[in-house]
């Protein structure tokens, strides 16, 4: 393996940087444009988001890297084979490169989805991927110790595709905080050394617990979805199975939904006879988490002081009981948990435990604001509602994301703060594509440039006759015909022109 001249050493070195790093940082597409050099092909963004009408098909860049990375895969092979116990560091990158290969021949782009819980396609799969390991690396390399083995590579890179398959559809938006959040929650999977994570903290990422802030609809349930259901999953070589064997990886709990009686009962479970309605023996979320897979906690700021007390004990000691009952059982899974309420401000209350507080955010994520997003990067909007729209409306999804842009572009402030963010963006969106109009359910929270007649309304000021008018005004003014206004307000065209306020026109036109 030595002697490579330098265009294949600087190859192998950006391939071994682009395997072990987080795809969702602008250093995953600036080791592209090394690699590849002139012939790297510009990309719209510096990191990668969901382009609406990609697909799962792989970037241009992407394409010609692995199109290469086999072909310099089958050069070295026998240099690499013939060396058999070489640990210098061009073994190194050839079994980096040899990585990435087995990742994008058997795991991304086209061949990311196959069905891990039927056996027949698992045994193909699995059996396809071990020829190419031993191909290239055989029984005896070292990277079967280095590594883990064909069988840990091959759960890695299955929890890889999970990952990026969740990260990269969950979480939309092309602007800057949309992408810091992106690679905030890869880091949170993998952490920030992938190495480290494949040696050995695969083992341990499930005892650290994730919080997970933000204002209320800016998607701290997908964040935590996509968290959850990307954990490592052992597989079994000889039974040819994964540990989860089809089972559910995530299990959310939105704790505002219950009383805390029942939230106590409904988190750690409980015995027969523990109260009068306990009738048989219930096990609680806590019991069903499985190890490989994540408990997402939503609104932990509602929880009771005494139940906080208790969840403490399970993140430190990973021990609890069921009610009613003295034996102890263990927690084996992720905890997540999410609020959009500052828990600085529930501690000095003493309202949420700070104790608690420290144990969650030993790794914490903050979701941005849709506006934070928008003032960042201001032409994000029109992505964000053609992914939504492909989401919502399947084959629709060009023409409702088209007439849902020109009502908010026609119909609210530039700066109009979204205080639901995402999910009022979702909401806006549906209510146009239904009945082609949608008012903001917090006018109060409009911008200074809001129309005074919508103030008004805020401060129920106006009488209905007053509302009719201002309203049919005010869609005229931007439909400028009788026609097009009475389709929208559904009002006759003779009721509509006798509503139109000509002075109160002059006046906003």
């Known amino acids: ?26 250093e995953r597409i600036e080791w592209e444009e090394r690699a590849l050099g002139s012939a790297f092909i510009p990309e719209p963004d510096t990191t990668w988001s969901r382009v609406p009408g990609m697909g799962d098909q792989n970037r241009p860049n992407v394409v010609q890297l692995t199109d290469r990375a086999n072909r310099l895969a089958e050069k070295l092979r026998p240099a690499y084979r013939a060396a058999r116990t070489s640990r210098d560091k061009l073994d190194g990158l050839y079994q980096d490169l040899v990585t990435y290969v087995l990742h994008y021949r058997h795991f991304a782009g086209t061949v990311t989805e196959f069905d891990r819980s039927d056996p027949s396609t698992l045994r193909r799969r699995w059996q396809s991927f071990l020829d190419d ?22 759960a890695l890179l299955d929890q890889v595709r999970r990952a990026f398959s969740y990260v990269f559809d969950l979480i939309v938006g092309d602007s800057t905080p949309a992408a810091k959040l992106r690679a905030a929650v890869w880091q949170s999977i993998f952490t920030h050394d992938m190495r480290r994570y494949r040696r050995s903290l695969y083992r341990h990422m499930t005892d ?10 800016s998607g701290k349930d997908l964040v935590a979805q996509a968290i ?44 027969k006879g523990a109260f009068t309605s306990a009738t048989t023996d219930r096990p609680g979320w806590l019991d069903q988490s499985p190890p490989w897979g994540g408990l997402f906690l939503d609104e932990i700021g509602e929880l009771d002081a005494a139940i906080q007390v208790k969840l403490l004990r399970v993140i430190q000691t990973r021990a609890y009981s069921r009610l009613g009952a003295s034996d102890v059982r263990h927690f084996q899974g992720k905890l997540l948990a999410a609020t959009n309420r500052d828990l600085s401000t529930e501690i000095e209350a003493g309202r949420f435990r700070m104790d608690l507080f420290y ?22 909007l029109d992505r964000l509602i053609l992914t939504l729209a492909q989401r919502i409306a399947g084959d629709e999804a060009p023409t409702v994301a088209a007439e849902t842009q020109a009502w908010i572009h026609q119909s609210l402030p530039t700066d109009y703060p979204w205080p639901g963010n995402i999910r009022e963006l979702e909401q806006c969106l549906r209510n146009v594509m239904v009945r082609r109009s949608y008012f903001p359910p917090v006018a109060s929270q409009f911008s200074s440039n809001t129309p005074a007649w919508l103030t008004s309304l805020s401060n129920r000021e106006l009488t209905a006759d007053e509302l009719v008018r201002r309203y049919v005004t005010w869609v005229y003014a931007h439909e400028r015909t009788y026609e097009r206004t009475a389709e929208i307000v559904q009002l006759d065209r003779r009721t509509v022109k006798a509503k139109v306020d000509t002075v109160w026109l002059a006046t906003i036109t």
């Open 1 to 26: 393996m030595d002697n490579l001249d330098s265009v294949t050493q600087n190859f192998l070195e950006a391939i071994s940087a682009i395997t072990y790093c987080n795809p969702f940082v602008p």
């Open 133 to 154: 390991y031993l191909h290239y690396l055989g029984e005896d390399s070292p990277a079967n110790e280095t590594g883990g083995g064909p069988e840990h590579l091959f």
């Open 208 to 217: 650290v617990s994730t919080l997970i802030t933000g204002p209320s609809g």
């Open 228 to 271: 959850g259901q990307s954990q490592y999953v052992p597989f079994d070589r000889k039974s040819v199975t994964f540990a989860d064997r089809g089972q559910a990886r995530f299990v959310p709990l939105n704790l505002s939904a219950f009383s805390p009686q029942l939230i106590e009962s409904e988190l750690f479970g409980h015995s």
């Open 359 to 380: 144990r969650l955010c030993a790794d914490h994520i903050e979701t941005p604001s849709l506006r934070a997003q928008l003032d960042d990067r201001p032409q994000a």
